[in-house]
């Protein structure tokens, strides 16, 4: 049995962060491209921030990105002073902060970006800005490319506390939109015009998140791309192999290990009793009828990992059949071991599960 005394408990394999982070950072050198390693999707009550920042530092990972305000003064409190990307777009109400927290902000707001100028100037500062431009995917950034450039020369040529640092993109997360050599060359192509206009290279062209890895691998990156922006392909490493298909033998995929207990073993009908009408979330899902079956109740809920299907478990033969704020149930009838009350149950953490189960308070972080 294990030694803790708090289920759920989410363990955290640092070495397996630093290994992806080396993979990924050496696999993007050869490219020319740098790489941020982007926490947001790990926070705890624990400083995970610090621990994970670290891994991916250590590894090579040119500065750390991360989407809020909060998280990242915490980092800034606890002692990281590497170099830190806002990956989201500031709210208006929190230029001040980005001074003062961050070196580098994604922006799509000239007005935003003249704010931050007084800020810096007034801070004695200089801020870094990233323009987003927007490829098809349709969440963050600019559409009309005319505007965009507009932009930059503005920031250029007339905001002296501000560094026109680079342009970028984001694919793969409204639209669905796959990072491919059109689009990206897109970017790159807005680049060269922006970089002839004002005389000298654009340091940055961030060409997406883990989605443009694939890129990478097969060696169709865009030259001209030479940042990206990797969370997921770091933290978790299950997604280019999970959604894309890629055979990817060097990276680590079982960094986020949730551990729970077993609260009841019966035998149950697997179709409900009674008339059908709602669950707990006021969905009806589907019930297929598999007669009595061994059911193991978990002391886990949407609560610690969001959907309950973001968690697989390890033991073979268990399938989840669904779950509620704090319970999960297990069919464990096939398992070949005799699951009992008080079972600690193994799961592997889906990017779901990694955010909710971090931010979670109800979940205890252990770090491996
Ligand atoms: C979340 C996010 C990333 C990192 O995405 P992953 O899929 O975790 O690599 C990068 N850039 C932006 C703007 C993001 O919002």
Redesign the pocket.
Known sequence: MEPYHNYPVLEIHLDGIYHNSKAVVDMCREKNIQVTG?V??TDSYENSYLQIAKQMLNAGCSSI?D?RINTIKRMREAGMNAPVLL??IPMPCELEDVITYTDIS?NSEIENIKTLNQIALQKNKNHKVIL?MDLGDLR?GYIKEEELIRDALFIEKELKNITLYGIGT?L??FGSIKPDTTNLNRLVTIADKISSAIGRKLDIVSG????TLPLVLDGTIPEGINHL???????NAR?LQDIWGLDLPMFCRDNYTIKAQVIEVKEKPSYPIGEIFVDAFGNTPDYIDKGQRKRALIALGKRDVGDIFNVLPKIKGATVEGGSSDHLILDVTDCEADIVLGDIIEFEAC?GAMIHSTYSSSVTKIYV
């Open positions: 982007v947001k999707g990105g989407s990956i989201r994604l987003m963050e984001n793969g997360c997406g998140a883990t989605s922006r990797v969370g997921e392909g770091i933290a997604d990017y």
